[in-house]
């Protein structure tokens, strides 16, 4: 079992930066890859960002340059440094984890994931 808690959501002006967190617990060595997700309302659940075990990073081409995966193995602590924010980037965003190997063809459906956060709200006003 593991258990994901985000938190840095918040309202930021087009242009700013925030950052959002994630604290994984549980069995989180059975864990092969964590990623990102948004979900804008009347809008599919999207691939933000993944990171695998080994530390390989993915991202989309709308955030490709902007966004940065990250992780703090100590702190057991997923990142996200969102920079150069638009308001197309208002979004839920969820944190998830795999426990099964993914590809990068693979991490694009949400559905394949096997644990969620609740989410964090990202308002990005223009």
């Known amino acids: 079992q593991v258990q994901l808690v985000e938190s840095g959501g918040g309202l930021v002006q087009a242009g700013g930066s925030l950052r959002l967190s994630c604290a994984a617990s549980?069995?989180?060595?059975?864990?092969?890859?964590m990623g990102w997700y948004r979900q804008a309302p009347g809008k599919e659940r999207e691939l933000v960002a993944v990171?695998?075990?080994?530390?390989?990073?993915y991202y989309p081409d709308p955030v490709k340059g902007r966004f940065t995966i990250s992780r703090d193995n100590a702190k057991n602590t997923l990142y996200l440094q969102m920079n150069s924010l638009k308001p197309e980037d208002t979004a839920m965003y969820y944190c998830?984890?795999?426990?099964?190997?993914?590809?990068?063809?693979?991490?694009?459906?949400?559905?394949?994931?096997?644990?969620w956060g609740k989410g964090t709200l990202v308002t990005v006003s223009s």
């Open positions: 549980g069995s989180i060595f059975s864990i092969t890859a």
């Open positions: 998830a984890a795999s426990l099964k190997p993914i590809t990068v063809a693979t991490i694009q459906d949400p559905y394949g994931m096997d644990y």
């Open positions: 990171i695998s075990s080994r530390g390989s990073t």
